[in-house]
């Protein structure tokens, strides 16, 4: 009996420490020796045949066989498992001198560029940026610019009603009013980028909305000659330092003189067009007064800037909508610039 296990201990064994094992294999050979059907099993059957002196020799002869073949069992184990691990990373190798893949990245918008560069030049010039509600009081959008309930300057901004007091803002000018409301009677510099509504048929130059930039300046001895140097200035910072502007006089109720600016642009054949970008003007004394200034101590220069105006001369865009349709192919152009 006891040639006869270990026998079976050394050809377990054997085939065990063989090579080229795999988790299979080597379950196989469990279920062989250990398993319920296995030689180890069958041996153990035999156990009542043989004599009390003999039945606990070789009991305990089996257990240590079992026990080797089983540590034995779980070394080879783990040898597959680690050796299975190294073929898999291996085979999941990465090779860092591969080209990466590109990700698809944004671009700010180009009329976001534009506002991001009229910020930049007044923000140095210690003006503050101001924001109001696109869903505007009557009383901010129009009375408090000097424009009353029948006022036919109301016609020149045909605008969408939401109720009877209320609209889409048709300028971003009722920023003055509450910017006024808000510093108390004091000094002040604002402008106010943001969109505006009206009811206008849209072409390719004009959109049923679109943006502007509302700027605001109120102190002591303000002049015309602000106003213009300001304007100069703006126009200047976005289009270089040769650009020349045309002021034209015009009419706005909340302004006292008012302005139209045009930019004046050389064509290919040296003839001059003039292109308006924004109206402007010295602000007027009632709007003064009712946002809460003395008009004989304060004065103010107001101007209103179409975005969209500046963004196709700065970037040569036919048409306004393009702005509005989100084709990337137009969007990607303006990337970096
Ligand atoms: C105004 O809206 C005044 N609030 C501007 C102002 C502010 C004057 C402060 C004085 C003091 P106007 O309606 O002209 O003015 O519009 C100003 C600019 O907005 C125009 O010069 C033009 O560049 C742009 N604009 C006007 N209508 C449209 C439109 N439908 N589509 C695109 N841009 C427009």
């Given at each position: 009996?006891?040639?006869?296990?270990?026998?079976?201990?050394?050809?377990?064994?054997?085939?065990?420490?063989?090579?080229?094992?795999?988790?299979?294999?080597?379950?196989?050979?469990?279920?062989?020796?250990?398993?319920?059907?296995?030689?180890?099993?069958?041996?153990?059957?035999?156990?009542?045949?043989?004599?009390?002196?003999?039945?606990?020799?070789?009991?305990?002869?089996?257990?240590?066989?079992?026990?080797?073949?089983?540590?034995?069992?779980?070394?080879?184990?783990?040898?597959?498992?680690?050796q299975e691990l190294l073929k898999l990373l291996e085979s999941e190798k990465i090779d860092p001198?591969?080209?990466?893949?590109?990700?698809?990245?944004?671009?700010?918008?180009?009329?976001?560029?534009?506002?991001?560069?009229?910020?930049?030049?007044?923000?140095?010039?210690?003006?503050?940026?101001?924001?109001?509600?696109?869903?505007?009081?009557?009383?901010?959008?129009?009375?408090?610019?000097?424009?009353?309930?029948?006022?036919?300057?109301?016609?020149?901004?045909?605008?969408?009603?939401?109720?009877?007091?209320?609209?889409?803002?048709?300028?971003?000018?009722?920023?003055?009013?509450?910017?006024?409301?808000?510093?108390?009677?004091?000094?002040?510099?604002?402008?106010?980028?943001?969109?505006?509504?009206?009811?206008?048929?849209?072409?390719?130059?004009?959109?049923?909305?679109?943006?502007?930039?509302?700027?605001?300046?109120?102190?002591?001895?303000?002049?015309?000659?602000?106003?213009?140097?300001?304007?100069?200035?703006?126009?200047?910072?976005?289009?270089?330092?040769?650009?020349?502007?045309?002021?034209?006089?015009?009419?706005?109720?909340?302004?006292?003189?008012?302005?139209?600016?045009?930019?004046?642009?050389?064509?290919?054949?040296?003839?001059?067009?003039?292109?308006?970008?924004?109206?402007?003007?010295?602000?007027?004394?009632?709007?003064?007064?009712?946002?809460?200034?003395?008009?004989?101590?304060?004065?103010?220069?107001?101007?209103?800037?179409?975005?969209?105006?500046?963004?196709?001369?700065?970037?040569?865009?036919?048409?306004i909508r393009n702005f509005y349709t989100n084709d990337i192919r137009?969007?990607?152009?303006?990337?970096?610039?």
């Amino acid at each position: 009996m006891e040639q006869r296990l270990n026998e079976i201990l050394r050809e377990a064994l054997e085939k065990i420490n063989q090579n080229d094992h795999t988790l299979k294999s080597l379950e196989e050979i469990r279920l062989a020796y250990l398993g319920k059907k296995g030689v180890l099993t069958e041996v153990m059957a035999g156990l009542r045949n043989l004599t009390p002196e003999e039945k606990p020799v070789i009991g305990q002869k089996i257990n240590v066989i079992k026990a080797t073949i089983e540590n034995t069992l779980k070394d080879a184990k783990t040898k597959v498992e680690d050796q299975e691990l190294l073929k898999l990373l291996e085979s999941e190798k990465i090779d860092p001198t591969l080209p990466g893949l590109k990700l698809p990245t944004g671009s700010i918008h180009p009329l976001n560029q534009v506002i991001e560069d009229v910020e930049d030049l007044f923000l140095g010039l210690g003006y503050e940026v101001a924001d109001g509600p696109e869903l505007e009081k009557d009383l901010y959008n129009f009375e408090m610019m000097n424009i009353g309930k029948n006022h036919p300057a109301r016609a020149m901004q045909d605008s969408f009603f939401v109720d009877e007091e209320t609209l889409l803002r048709t300028h971003t000018s009722p920023v003055q009013a509450r910017a006024m409301l808000a510093h108390k009677g004091k000094p002040l510099a604002i402008i106010c980028p943001g969109k505006v509504y009206r009811r206008d048929n849209d072409d390719l130059t004009h959109s049923h909305q679109f943006m502007q930039i509302e700027g605001l300046v109120i102190d002591e001895h303000i002049t015309f000659g602000h106003l213009k140097d300001t304007l100069l200035k703006m126009v200047r910072h976005l289009f270089g330092n040769e650009r020349e502007i045309r002021l034209r006089p015009s009419y706005f109720p909340f302004t006292e003189p008012s302005v139209e600016v045009d930019v004046v642009w050389t064509k290919a054949d040296g003839t001059k067009t003039y292109i308006e970008v924004l109206g402007a003007g010295l602000v007027h004394p009632d709007v003064l007064k009712m946002g809460g200034y003395d008009p004989d101590k304060f004065q103010g220069f107001a101007f209103g800037i179409g975005v969209e105006r500046i963004a196709i001369l700065k970037y040569h865009v036919e048409d306004i909508r393009n702005f509005y349709t989100n084709d990337i192919r137009f969007l990607k152009q303006f990337r970096g610039k």
